[in-house]
């Protein structure tokens, strides 16, 4: 048997709905590979103990994510020898990057198809549960009440302006998806190459624009120190009184007491939140009570689809295993922390 070389923190072993086996496989070769792997046993919700002392002096942390504690400087401290952190899903908000990079720890993500395709497509079902009022609808039928004005859906066939906030990989799904329909497109995104816009057929636009013009708000950012609540009550005073707010991004991207008075006071028509700021809402968050709102608990992503869901456990043990032999791993977020990263870890050349 290999000697162990290696401690490796699972802070966020599996997520909801994952079938344990199939995953331990992964473990298992970890293992093999001479790793010695520290478990935190609460799924996506580490604690701030759990963090410190389990993931103390580990050369490297792996999981799904940490809901309620941050992985940050803190955290750093107690792991001196970290190289590390591998997530199974495309989000990083949970990590502190600068710090990360100060330190030349390596972050990085999975950003798998069958996650880029599983939000795209609950991206463009909650738009559309959104402009043909299914909810409504539903809820019409079982109280007994027929068809009436309260029911009338949205024509979308070439009448609609969809605008992306961000126009990253997953928008630029949801954009395929929606170009049959004949809808125009904009996006903001000021991280994007002009040529990227051009090629998709999407118009791009300043943050005003798109919410002066859009029909529908599609975000789709990165949770970012510059992104936190960049909708707030002034962003939503801008939009058309009959537009419609769909997030499948990161809930504090909104200022959610903002949207809920912006849905109260009818600044806008509705919205549809796959995320919130606080996951799960207490069960006293207005938006529960709120009738034009649609509600989703964070499972854009989660769809039964076989072992291809498991395909970011995959590349996160093989970017640990990379990481931890001085091997320059794939999709580094943080890729100014390599040159210290190389100074510290590496095998000096680039791969």
Known sequence: MTEKKWKVFVFSPYDYGWEKSIVEKYYDYLRSEGCELIFAERFTVPTREDLLELGRDADAFIGVRSIKERIDEEVFKNAPNLRIIAKYTVGV????????????????????????????????????????????????????????????????????????????????????????????????????????????????????????????????????????????????????????????????????????????????????????????????????SLENVILSPHCSAFNEAGDIRYNGVKIAVENVLKALHGDIPLNIVNPEALPKWIERFGKQRCC
């Open 93 to 288: 908000d949970d990590v502190d990057l600068e710090a990360a990079t100060r330190r030349g720890i390596l972050v990085t993500n999975a950003p798998t198809e069958y996650m880029i395709m599983g939000v795209a497509e609950n991206t463009v079902a909650l738009m559309l549960a959104l402009l043909k009022k299914i909810p409504l609808r539903d809820k019409f039928v079982r109280s007994r009440t027929w068809r009436c004005k309260e029911v009338e859906g949205v024509y979308i066939h070439n009448r609609l302006t969809v605008g992306f906030i961000g126009f990253g990989r997953i928008a630029r799904e949801v954009n395929k998806l929606l170009e049959p329909w004949g809808v125009k497109r904009i996006a903001y995104d000021p991280y994007i190459p002009v040529n990227v816009f051009e090629q998709a057929g999407v118009k791009s636009v300043d943050l005003e624009t798109l919410l002066r013009e859009s029909d529908i708000v599609i975000i789709l950012a990165a949770l970012t120190r510059e992104t936190y609540h960049m909708i707030d009550e002034h962003e939503l005073r801008m939009m058309k009184k009959t537009a419609y707010l769909v997030n499948t991004a990161r809930g504090a991207i909104i200022n959610e007491k903002a949207l809920i008075r912006a849905l109260k006071e009818g600044w806008i028509s509705g919205a549809a939140l796959d995320v919130f700021e606080q996951e799960p809402p207490e069960p006293n968050n207005p938006l529960l």
